[in-house]
């Protein structure tokens, strides 16, 4: 940490230009815990205040890795750039809380925490909750070495990330990297395996970011369709050899209603669902399942109604073919079997006769060879 009080009662921050001298000679005490603090000078880390070992303060204290405290210094000079009048781990007393930053910003207060650790869910909560209950909005900026990127666009993100993507207010994950002095902004994310997602990213030197569009307005980078098309070629050309129980689940069902496998699958199941993150499944596996109901019907000329699309999806839930991430919502479930269903009548596969009533508009007919695939792939994500 960068705070402490001294022996008079004064705040003092360790940000800046200090002589080390004068440091050395002065004591600091914790504002939360009243403990004498050792003031850090090493060459490792940025100058600062830790606990005297075998003290245990009364306030959570994670061990800050130097790429957290540069983080944090960064944006606390970036937000007084800001005019945001940012207040640095100032403890609030009513919560017990001491967050990283308080800033404010288009007239709220925002509890800015920066986050280069693995933090439970449950202290996870407990944090937001008690800035909510202060009043206050959390924003939570991961470390940029808390990501992995595995291809173009592509970015691994479980559980820990979703936690911040959740309680954001633009659905984002907004994360900073002190070495390049830049925020790192991932938006509508699409997953393709479960932990496996497309992101829209937006880099954002922090010389040129605004507090208020990065905060409070949402992302308007586009959708990248090259980099999803490139997801399903790399899915048609492995070889898949170990297979998790819904994904073989599904490649058993196509092999024996159609004959396919699993690299021929149709492009009608690798559709970019906005609202996909309810699935944890694979994409092509929640597709997968529909598709297959939806021609079914369509070949035996009977109309496909969004009811029984959707009831169709409920009953592979329930036999735990298709699983959903997090809890079961009514809604999102829905939201994403219609944005599902919209593009294929937006592709001409479907037809809309009555409201929510539709017909297979061509028999689906198999593409013969694996290049007829991949061109199709390619022609129909673009927007
Ligand atoms: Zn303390």
Same mark, same amino acid.
């Given at each position: 940490?960068?705070?402490? =009080? ?6 003092? $921050? ?34 600062? #205040? ?32 800001? @005019? ?12 017990? *809380? ?27 909560? @407990?944090?937001?909750?008690? /800035?909510? *209950?202060?009043?206050? +909005? ?15 666009? #592509? ?13 954001? *207010? ?17 938006? $509508? ?6 932990? $496996?997602?497309?992101? %829209? ?15 409070? &307005? ?7 369709? &090259?980099?999803? &098309?490139?997801? +399903? ?5 492995? &070889? $898949? ?22 690299? /021929? ?13 309810? /699935?944890?499944?694979? =994409? /092509? ?25 959707? *009831? ?66 390619? %022609?129909?994500?673009?927007?």
């Amino acid at each position: 940490m960068f705070s402490a =009080v001294t022996e008079d009662g004064q705040v003092f $921050h360790l940000i800046g230009r200090q002589s080390r001298e004068k440091l050395k000679q002065t004591r600091f005490f914790c504002p939360v815990c009243a403990e004498e603090l050792d003031v850090k000078l090493g060459s490792q880390k940025a100058p600062h #205040f830790a606990h005297k070992q075998n003290k245990s303060c009364t306030i959570d204290i994670e061990p800050e890795s130097a790429y957290h405290l540069e983080g944090k210094r960064q944006l606390y000079v970036w937000l007084k750039t800001q @005019k945001a009048s940012p207040l640095l781990e100032p403890y609030v007393r009513e919560i017990k *809380q001491r967050p990283d930053i308080l800033a404010k910003v288009k007239g709220n207060t925002l509890a800015v925490e920066y986050q280069c650790a693995t933090l439970p869910p449950d202290v996870f909560q @407990k944090r937001t909750a008690g /800035f909510k *209950q202060a009043g206050m +909005i959390p924003r939570w900026i991961l470390g940029v070495s808390r990501l992995k990127r595995t291809s173009s666009s #592509f970015y691994q993100l479980s559980a820990f990330h979703w936690q911040f993507i959740n309680t954001s *207010q633009n659905s984002d994950l907004l994360c900073y990297c002190p070495k390049t002095h830049s925020f790192l902004r991932l938006s $509508h994310m699409i997953p393709f395996y479960t932990t $496996h997602f497309y992101c %829209s990213v937006q880099t954002i030197p922090v010389r040129q970011a605004a507090a208020e569009d990065l905060f409070f &307005t949402e992302s308007d980078s586009s959708f990248k369709h &090259t980099d999803w &098309t490139g997801a +399903i070629l790399r899915f048609r050309r492995k &070889t $898949h050899r170990f297979l998790s129980k819904d994904i073989n689940r599904l490649r058993l069902l196509f092999y024996e209603k159609r004959q396919t496998p699993l690299s /021929f699958l149709p492009t009608e199941v690798f559709v970019p669902v906005q609202k996909g993150a309810v /699935f944890k499944s694979p =994409v /092509f596996v929640w597709q997968g399942y529909l598709y297959l109901f939806i021609t079914d019907l369509g070949y035996k000329h009977a109309p496909i109604r969004f009811s029984a699309i959707l *009831q169709h999806c409920k009953l592979h839930i329930h036999k735990k073919n298709i699983l959903l991430r997090g809890e079961y919502s009514d809604q999102g479930l829905s939201e994403a079997v219609k944005q599902y269903i919209e593009f294929l009548c937006k592709k001409g596969f479907l037809r809309e006769t009555q409201k929510e009533v539709y017909v297979l508009n061509q028999p689906a007919k198999r593409s013969q060879s694996l290049q007829d695939l991949i061109e199709k792939d390619r %022609s129909c994500f673009i927007e």
